[in-house]
């Protein structure tokens, strides 16, 4: 997946994103290089690129948890903003410019590969 960042500072957004997902920008990734940083990403994961572009910002993506109003207020700590708050789910934007969603768990085997925030 590619998130397009409409933000001239790529390793803030990578930042961002990075800490948002739970992974580290891996800057000896063949993929980490001009406009481009890669998330370090485990086997079974899909991977995660951010890309600097001259056009709207854009992506979509849902961030699972189980724990909404808490995860929400960490996504704030980072930067993000709330758009809107509905019934099961609450819809954000980061300080790049992307709209998501923070979502209750959706896939089963949660929380196999989900990270713990303390």
């Not at 790049?96 to 925030?117: E, I």
């Amino acid at each position: 997946m590619l998130i397009d960042c409409n933000d001239p500072d790529v390793d803030k957004a990578a930042g961002f994103w990075a800490a948002a997902l739970g992974r580290a920008v891996d800057p000896d990734h063949p993929g980490t290089r001009g406009n481009y940083r890669m998330l370090e990403t485990p086997p079974d994961e899909p991977i995660v690129q951010i890309q600097r572009v001259t056009h709207e910002s854009r992506v979509h993506i849902d961030i699972e948890t189980d724990d909404i109003p808490a995860e929400v207020l960490r996504l704030e700590k980072l930067g993000a903003a709330v758009v809107s708050r509905l019934e099961r789910w609450v819809v954000m934007q980061a300080p790049t410019g992307q709209r998501f969603c923070v979502v209750r768990v959706q896939r089963p085997g949660f929380p196999k590969n989900a990270r713990r925030w303390d």
